[in-house]
């Protein structure tokens, strides 16, 4: 009866054993005769270099790792840098090693991978232009704390540009902003970036620029990297902020500008920072000459009613009254004395009279209502030297809010443009042949139809 084994295999017999060479022989040549050469892509790692002149070492990924050779005559040939942790392209073919039964790669060429060649390219001119002094912190210009004017180099298109004009918008700054369009990815970026930086500086009457783009990779961001764009960054007559990219983003333009904001966005909350201290100031100013006056009456109206009771206990009337009364005491008593000794008592009657024309309540109440005259008239004077600087500067304030609305920009030159439904237009894009427009002048308001939108 025949056993399960003899079922599921051919018997063994001495034509079908195979030896271990054998079989590494069948599986060399399967591998090597159905897998071309080709190029592959990895990490080096457990690089070993022999004496013999021959490189061993392991190239990997995040899914696998490949063993690999490089013999002497193609690593005499080879440019690349070999060391742990680099990053190539290595062109070769599948070989299987028969003594020890494993397969290896056999490299003929090897390549920088790009993103290792940027880095290290990188890393050059960054090298080159930090020994030339500008990357330096003395060289850097002060950025302008309220900036009117703000040019930014950046693709127009772009959602970089979105995100800082939203973000100055909802801020509520009130300063301009001069779109200065270039391409900040592929050929001709650099040149372009170069130009309208150039541009900015011919154009005059810019008080800060901004250079940047959104993130990407290394390869994305590289015109910001080229040695023309930061060497006009780093000569920019004009205060400047580099925003390239996300915040674990550097480029050669952040050492160079004045300033680095890590996005488009940062270099956007960095320039209305100022403004909105200052609004928060002026409000509180505001506020404090709103308060100060009735502060400012309050206690004086308390102090008023203060001396208003002071005044009245010794008021000269209430002296009148008392002396009155003293009065009255003496004529009795003297009456008294008069009708028990009238001969004896007429000197001290004279005596008596003449005490009382110089402490004559009608004198006193002279005196009083002068004193009370002075006092008032030094309280209204502090009153006055007190309120008239405050009002002074609550006038200035009031003049400067006037100068910085609507109507005295428009006074100045500029225009408020519509659209037909009343929507205000600050970008020509979107606008095309026949659109209505209304426009605000200073003196009116004039209807226009677009004739002609060239792109």
């Known amino acids: 009866m025949p056993s399960k084994l003899d079922s599921a295999h051919d018997p063994a017999t001495p034509e079908t054993i195979l030896g271990i060479g054998e079989l590494t022989r069948r599986i060399k040549s399967l591998l090597e005769g159905n897998i071309p050469p ?8 457990n690089l070993r270099k022999q004496s013999s ?20 005559q193609d690593a005499l040939r080879c440019s690349v840098d070999m060391s742990d942790g680099r990053q190539i392209i290595l062109f070769g073919s599948l070989s299987v090693y028969e003594p020890h039964g494993r397969y290896q790669f056999i490299g003929r060429e090897v390549v920088e991978d790009g993103a290792g060649r940027l880095q290290a390219e990188f890393e050059r001119l960054k090298k080159k232009l930090a020994a030339e002094g500008l990357f330096e912190k003395e060289r ?23 995100d800082f004009l939203s973000i100055l918008r909802r801020r509520q700054w009130k300063g301009r902003v001069i779109i200065l369009p270039a391409k900040v990815q592929g050929q001709g970026a650099a040149q372009e970036i170069v130009k309208q930086i150039g541009n900015a500086q011919k154009l005059g009457g810019i008080d800060l620029l901004v250079v940047g783009r959104g993130g990407g990779s290394l390869e994305d ?30 480029t050669l333009s952040d050492f160079a500008a004045d300033q680095r904001a890590e996005t488009p966005s940062a270099a956007a909350e960095l320039i209305s920072s100022a403004y909105l201290e200052c609004l928060e100031r002026l409000r509180a100013c505001a506020k404090g000459l709103a308060e100060g006056p009735t502060r400012l009456f309050n206690n004086r109206r308390n102090q008023l009613k203060l001396l208003t009771s002071l005044m009245r206990e010794h008021s000269p009337r209430r002296r009148i009254e008392e ?30 009279s003449t005490r009382l024309a110089r402490h004559s309540p009608e004198r006193r109440l002279e005196v009083a209502q002068l004193k009370l005259n002075a006092v008032k008239g030094r309280y209204e004077r502090l009153l006055q030297k007190s309120l008239q600087p405050k009002a002074e500067r609550l006038t200035a304030l009031l003049g400067r809010l006037e100068s910085a609305s609507l109507q005295k920009a428009l006074a100045r030159g500029f225009a408020v443009v ?38």
């Open 38 to 45: 080709c190029w592959v892509r990895g990490e080096i790692s």
């Open 53 to 72: 002149g021959h490189i061993y070492f392991t190239l990997k990924d995040r899914d696998s790792q490949l063993p690999c050779v490089l013999f002497k």
């Open 140 to 162: 850097k210009k002060p950025l302008p704390r309220l900036p009117h004017t703000v040019g930014i180099v950046t693709s127009p298109t772009g959602a970089a540009l979105k």
């Open 221 to 250: 961001l590289w015109c910001f990297n080229e040695e023309i764009v930061a060497r006009a960054v780093a000569a920019c007559t004009i205060p400047t902020i580099s925003a390239v990219g996300h915040e674990i983003d550097f």
């Open 323 to 352: 002396n009155s009364l003293k009065l009255d005491d003496l004529s009795n008593r003297l009456g008294h004395a008069l009708r028990e000794s009238l001969h004896e008592r007429r000197e001290a009657i004279a005596a008596l």
């Open 418 to 455: 519509r659209d037909g439904q009343g929507n205000l237009v600050t970008r020509r894009a979107g606008l095309k042949k026949g659109d209505a427009l209304a426009v605000d002048f200073a003196d009116g308001e004039i209807h226009a139809e677009i004739t002609r939108a060239e792109d």
